[in-house]
C-alpha cells in the first residue's frame, strides 16, 4: 500500500492508501508505527465512508449484561478505540477490557448453574491431576522398552 495523501474523517486524521490493484483504505495510525485499517473500497469516497462509519461506532455505548466464567457480573459497554478490546465495568466498580474471544455467559444463567459450573471444573482439574499421576508412575515409551528388551535378550544368548 502507497501513502497518497493525509486526510481528516470526523476531525481525526487518518491516512488514505492505494495498491496497484486500485484498491483504496483509510487507516489510523498509532504510536509505534502501528496502524488500523478503517475502511477499504475500490474508490477513495467509499473507503473514506466506511472509514467514517467505523469511527461513529466508536461513539456508541451500550450496555451489554454478562457474568464471567467464574461467577462475577458486568456490563460490557463498547470497543476500544485503539486496540478493539471490549470495554466493560465489573460488578464492584472496576473497568476492564476483555479480547474479542473472550467467552462469557449470558446474564440468563442462574446462580445454580454457574455454582455447577465452577464445580465441574473443579472436579476436571482434579481427575487431570489423578490421571497425571497414573501417567506418571506407569507410562513407558514402548520403542524404548522394547530396545531394552532385544538388548537385554542379545545379552543372554
Known sequence: MTLVSDIEVNNIALELHA??????????RHEGGKSKTLGQGDT???AKN??????????????????TMNGESGVATGFHARNSTVLARMEGGNAEQFSS????FSNR?????IDRYIEIGDEIKSLQQEQRKIRDDYEIVLASEVKQAIDHAMQNS
Not at 50 to 67: C, D, G, M, T
Not at 109 to 113: A, F, L, M, S, T
Open 19 to 28: 495498491d496497484k490493484y486500485g484498491n483504496w483504505s483509510v487507516l489510523e
Open 44 to 46: 477513495p469516497d467509499k
Open 50 to 67: 466506511l472509514a467514517r462509519i467505523e469511527l461513529n461506532k466508536r461513539k456508541i455505548k451500550v450496555e451489554v449484561h454478562f457474568i
Open 101 to 104: 474471544s473472550q467467552r462469557v
Open 109 to 113: 444463567i442462574d446462580e445454580d448453574e
